[in-house]
């Protein structure tokens, strides 16, 4: 079956640096996205990778590896704010989006 | 400002009473997809649209149907609610049908009695 992995919770402290990795097992493949989501609120898209390497948006920076089925998203200068859940979601060549499970991060002061 | 919007935002049915989420958007995209989600789980999709062509996901209940009339609007029908079916439903659009970029609306919580 098609499945995406991550952590399920990762704690990190004020200022510092987190990496949140995904691996997925597809059929076919288009992109990785990423999304964060805040307690009560819906999900935003944070970045999109179709080709291998890093894309940086700021604080966030998103990889990918099509040879290893595996990205991550690297958030820096860590902010409270960023107490969120972020999920990462692979579109496959029959453009089913299939989701992780979902990262809890929790920022500590 | 171009937005995803969903009505209502909470929304009380009974269980087997017939339900129906809105959700409207003025970005113009093809691609509008709804979603369900229960606490502390990842979105699940439902159903998607690229212009009208319908894709239902194999898992998807027969309970649950949609309609898209025009690139604007798209419903969410629950045929006869039950207890499980209480989530947020969360409908969001894409430009493109790989969904590179889904902009979601704030969601519709549904509480079943």
């Known amino acids: 079956g098609q499945s995406l992995e991550q952590p399920s919770e990762v704690t990190a402290v004020e200022g510092a640096i987190v990496q949140i990795n995904c691996t997925y097992q597809t059929s076919g493949f288009y992109g990785l996205s990423w999304y964060q989501q805040h307690d009560g609120g819906a999900p935003t898209f944070l970045s999109y990778?179709?080709l291998d390497g890093l894309e940086e948006t700021g604080r966030f920076s998103s990889f990918l590896s099509r040879s290893d089925s595996y990205g991550y998203l690297l958030l820096q200068e860590l902010q409270m704010k960023d107490s969120a859940s972020y999920f990462c979601a692979v579109c496959d060549s029959n453009y089913q989006l299939i989701w992780g499970a979902g990262t809890k991060l929790i920022i500590k002061p | 400002d171009a937005m995803v919007i969903q009505n209502p935002r909470y929304q009380v049915t009974q269980f087997g009473k017939p339900v129906t989420l809105s959700c409207s958007q003025t970005?113009?995209?093809?691609?509008m997809y709804w979603y369900q989600q229960k606490s502390s789980q990842a979105p699940k999709l439902l159903f998607h649209?690229?212009?009208?062509?319908?894709?239902n996901e194999a898992d998807t209940p027969d309970n649950f149907q949609s309609r898209r009339p025009n690139t604007s609007f798209c419903f969410l029908d629950i045929r006869s609610p039950g207890l499980g079916d209480a989530a947020m439903y969360l409908c969001?659009?894409?430009?493109?049908?790989?969904?590179?970029?889904?902009?979601f609306g704030p969601g519709t919580r549904l509480t079943v009695t």
């Open positions: 990778n179709a």
């Open positions: 969001a659009t894409s430009t493109e049908r790989s969904g590179r970029e889904q902009y």
């Open positions: 649209y690229y212009d009208k062509d319908f894709n």
């Open positions: 970005l113009n995209h093809n691609v």
